[in-house]
Every structure is written in C-alpha cells, then in structure tokens.
C-alpha cells in the first residue's frame, strides 16, 4: 500500500505547480479533481486545501474561487468540500480577509448539503473566519434562523457554539 504522507507531499506539489496555470482553467480543475477523486485518504484532499489556501495567498483568488464555485456541484462530496477547506485553511492563518465575501457566496451555495465531509468543511470556515470577522458570519448565520431543516439548524447551532458569546 502507498504511504499517505507521500500522497500528501506529492498533492502538495502538484496544487502548487497546478495553481500557477491559470491559463487553461478547465483542464486545471479536471486534473486537482481527478486527483481529489483518487485521493485514498481525507489527509490528501485536506492537505490539497492547504495548498490551495497557501496558492490563494500568492494571488491566485479568483482562480480558484470560481474552482470551488464549479466545484460546489460535483457529485464527489470530496470535491464540494475542497473549497470550504481551503478557505478554512487560509482565514485560520488570519489570511485575505477580503475573501470572506468568495467563502460566504460558496458556504451558501453548500449550507444544505447533507454530506458529513461537507459541512465540516462548512464549520470549519464558518468557525475560522468568525474568530476575526464575527459579525459578518453572525449576519450570515442569521440568515438562516428562519431555515427549519433540521442540518441547517444543526450547523448554525455548532457554528455558534464554537464562535461563543459575542458581545
């Protein structure tokens, strides 16, 4: 069997190198999803996320925000929460603020989805960007009190819980 931890490195690679060939956008998404796709174990497409956070740092965005966009339909779960991650890794290191807009658009196109992988990548980003900017999630979050789907109340709820008492 492979080792996880040379999957890891060799996706490591390979989102750097992809997140540079901004030219053939399609074909650059085909290849990052094919490999997320093949992806043994969630290490990879988490360790995937982080490059992507660290390829969005170095002006990248935009590219890989309408990624995540197309992404946010896939039928692999795994590639639907690749873009929430991502953003999750990138807020957690305190980074591009003014992308909390592209990742609140996305968390909203994906707050129903049902799949576990998904909305933990949706709590982990919620949960990341509210530690410094806790009143845009909060407005964000209470544009779901009305929502009685029993997911949407659960992640709201975990949401806030992890965020605390805001004051």
């Known amino acids: 069997s492979e080792l996880p931890e040379a999957r890891v490195v060799a996706s490591r690679l390979l989102a750097e190198r992809l ?17 997320v796709r093949a992806a043994p174990v969630p290490a990879v497409a988490d360790a995937l996320a982080d490059s992507l956070s ?17 992404w946010s339909s896939d039928p ?14 990138l807020f957690g290191r305190g980074k591009a603020p003014e992308r909390l807009f592209d990742a609140l658009q996305l968390a909203r196109r ?39 789907r029993l997911d949407v109340k659960k992640l709201v709820a975990e949401v806030r819980k992890r965020l605390g008492p805001r004051g």
């Open 76 to 89: 692999d779960p795994r590639l639907r929460a690749l873009g929430p991650s991502a953003f999750a890794h």
């Open 19 to 35: 997140s540079t060939e901004e030219t053939e956008e399609e074909a650059t998404r085909e290849k990052l999803g094919s490999l």
């Open 110 to 148: 994906l707050f129903s989805d049902a799949d576990p992988a998904v909305r933990r990548a949706l709590l982990a980003l919620l949960a990341s960007a509210g530690r410094r900017q806790g009143a845009a999630v909060e407005r964000f979050l209470s544009g779901f009190d009305a929502d009685d």
């Open 54 to 70: 660290r390829a969005m740092e170095k002006g990248a965005s935009d590219f890989w925000s309408r990624a995540f966009v197309a």
